[in-house]
């Protein structure tokens, strides 16, 4: 699928933090396919990242796209190193998707979330800031530092209402109040110091390459090795989904073509409670592995998560009455196209469990009992 947006001539050198996971890897393969503008992606390659996502990309586009990438492994927690390899770079445009995503994690242990999240943003900040007062101006002009954030900053929603760009901010687990800070970091560096800056907060997305811990793959996962499939509380809470790709073309839309200084909601229309879309899964596996026994028996409803957020919607209007973007992909075919991918690549799933160290087991209640 070609993307709806085209990166401008001026733009020739993109930064993208935290191309290792799972966003920012479909982000780079994005800018890979779609301009000749050098991608530099820096990672500190975490726990659950992952190299191999890029490298096959890279080597199917050849080696003149080769000689695009640089990857330079950083932690943005390094203040020091950070500001260093910023003027090296000397990029046009930063993407900062760089962050701990996993709520569960987060429970167990905040502190990794704090590190990352907050002080790696603030670090950053700093470093584009000093290094985009230094730009010539046609240059200050046109660079921008795109924060990619979470719907999840605006709290819980009841059965009714949804999320937009007004609703005030009320984050409730310590993954949530990480990100939370640092949207509140990147529009202060805008409000105080002219940081030319977008933020955009969007819906739980799906697609290959997540790593299976979050619920999706995790329930591919577990239905097709025949184990259980934890449902937490009463399988009630909701989210509103959305395939990757959909995001990354929001993302560089908004990063491109965005009002700087604002922010964007991006959804997928697409509400279904944990429960539906885990019988959508079993369904899909039913089908593709021509099981007698419906995998739906392996679903098994499990001690609820802490403070767990009730429901997420999102109301999009602004990108799409400003820019034009809505989801492509409905649930049901992204779906279909994930679980495809997951039943083809099981054995990147083992291969990033055994690198990390992750059994599949259920994390998030260790600081809670
Ligand atoms: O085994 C599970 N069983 C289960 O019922 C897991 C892992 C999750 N769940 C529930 C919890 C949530 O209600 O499924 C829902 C989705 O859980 P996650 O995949 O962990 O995502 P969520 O907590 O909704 O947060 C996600 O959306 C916003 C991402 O992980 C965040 O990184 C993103 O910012």
């Not at 993208?16 to 779609?34: D, Y």
């Not at 890029?54 to 640089?70: A, C, F, H, N, T």
């Not at 799409?320 to 990147?348: A, C, D």
Request: with cysteine; charged share 25%.
């Amino acid at each position: 699928m070609s993307t709806s947006v085209s990166i401008p001539e001026n733009i020739k050198k993109i930064l993208v933090t935290g191309g290792c996971g799972f966003i920012g890897g479909a982000v780079i393969r994005k800018l890979l396919k779609s301009t000749d503008a050098e991608i530099f992606n820096i990672d500190k390659v975490g726990k659950v990242s992952d190299l191999t996502s890029l490298d096959k990309v890279i080597k199917k586009l050849g080696q003149s796209k080769e000689s695009k990438y640089y990857f330079i492994q950083l932690d943005l927690a390094d203040e020091t190193l950070t500001e260093k390899v910023i003027f090296d770079i000397e990029p046009d445009l930063i993407i900062h998707l760089a962050a701990e995503s996993h709520v569960d994690r987060s429970i167990d242990g905040p502190d990794l979330f704090i590190k990352s999240n907050i002080i790696g943003t603030f670090n950053l900040l700093q470093s584009a800031l000093k290094y985009w007062q230094k730009l010539p101006s046609n240059k200050k002009e046109s660079f921008r530092f795109h924060h990619v954030s979470t719907d999840e900053v605006f709290g819980s929603l009841g059965a009714i209402g949804q999320f937009s760009e007004s609703t005030p901010y009320d984050p409730r687990s310590p993954y949530s109040a990480s990100k939370a800070a640092s949207d509140h970091l990147v529009n202060a560096w805008h409000h105080t110091y002219g940081l030319p800056i977008v933020i955009t907060n969007c819906s739980n997305n799906y697609g290959p390459w997540q790593f299976p811990e979050k619920l999706i793959p995790l329930a591919i996962y577990k239905a097709f090795n025949n184990k259980k499939i934890p449902l937490y509380g009463k399988g009630l809470n909701v989210r509103d989904w959305l395939y990757v790709e959909d995001h990354v073309e929001a993302i560089l839309l908004t990063a491109i073509n965005g009002r700087i200084g604002e922010s964007y909601c991006i959804g997928g229309n697409a509400e279904k409670t944990n429960k539906e879309v885990l019988e959508s899964i079993c369904n899909i596996m039913d089908r593709k592995l021509k099981k007698e026994d419906t995998l739906k028996n392996l679903i098994t409803l499990v001690e609820d998560r802490p403070g767990h957020d009730q429901r997420y919607s999102i109301n999009f209007s602004r990108i799409n009455e400003e820019l034009g973007w809505k989801p492509k992909h409905s649930f049901e075919e992204g779906l279909e196209l994930t679980v495809n991918w997951y039943i083809e690549n099981i054995y990147w799933c083992e291969e990033m469990m055994r690198k990390s160290n992750y059994n599949a087991e259920r994390v998030g209640l260790r600081n809670y009992k």
